[in-house]
Structure formats: structure tokens, C-alpha cells
């Protein structure tokens, strides 16, 4: 079992910055990735970003050049850095980690006003 628990969500203004970590805890030895998703109001669940064991990347097209994903190992933490923020990014972000089968946060809100 892997336990992930996100921090980091608030509100920020239109072109501001956060920066999302996801805690992992349990069975982590045996992580394969570890990735963010995304979940609009009425909206489905969507793909932000991805990072392999180790380190490979892999951006959606809306966030690229905007988001960076990195994790520290030490820490047992993945992390999303978000950066020039839009109101279209609000959303509650999750984190998945993949360890033979998914495993999902409790997600943490991002609402960005304009």
C-alpha cells in the first residue's frame, strides 16, 4: 500500500506561483512513477504531468514551459511548481503514484482568480 498526501493548493492571482507536494508513505520501494492530475469543476480528470523513477518528464501541452515537476527521494516527495498561473488552471490537482496497480491523494484545491 502507498499513501500519498498533497499540500501546498490555495488561491493566487492570475500570473502568480505555487508550488504542490505530494508526501509518500507505505510501500514506496516499489514506485515505478509518480504523476499529477487535475479535476475541473464539472470537468473530467486530466493529465498535468509525469516523472519516471528516474527523472524522465512528461508535460500536457497546457502546462508546458509553465509547470515543472521534480521529486526528492531523501524526502520521499514529488513536488509541481507552478508558475504564470491562469484562472483555467483552478482545479483540484492529485497525486498517483504507480506501484503495480494506481494509487491516489486526497487532492489539494488551486484556485486562481483573475
Known amino acids: 500500500q502507498v499513501q500519498l498526501v498533497e499540500s501546498g493548493g490555495g488561491l493566487v492571482q492570475a500570473g502568480g506561483s505555487l508550488r504542490l507536494s505530494c508526501a509518500a508513505s507505505?510501500?514506496?520501494?516499489?514506485?515505478?512513477?509518480l504523476d499529477w492530475y487535475r479535476q475541473a469543476p464539472g470537468k473530467q480528470r486530466e493529465f498535468v504531468a509525469y516523472?519516471?523513477?528516474?527523472?524522465?518528464?512528461i508535460y500536457a501541452d497546457f502546462v508546458k514551459g509553465r509547470f515543472t515537476i521534480s521529486k526528492d527521494n531523501a524526502k520521499n516527495t514529488m513536488y509541481l511548481q507552478m508558475n504564470s498561473l491562469k484562472p483555467e488552471d483552478t482545479a483540484v490537482y492529485y497525486c498517483?503514484?504507480?506501484?503495480?496497480?494506481?494509487?491516489w491523494g486526497q487532492g489539494t484545491q488551486v484556485t486562481v482568480s483573475s
Open positions: 507505505g510501500s514506496i520501494l516499489n514506485i515505478n512513477a
Open positions: 516523472i519516471s523513477s528516474g527523472g524522465s518528464t
Open positions: 498517483h503514484a504507480i506501484s503495480g496497480k494506481g494509487y
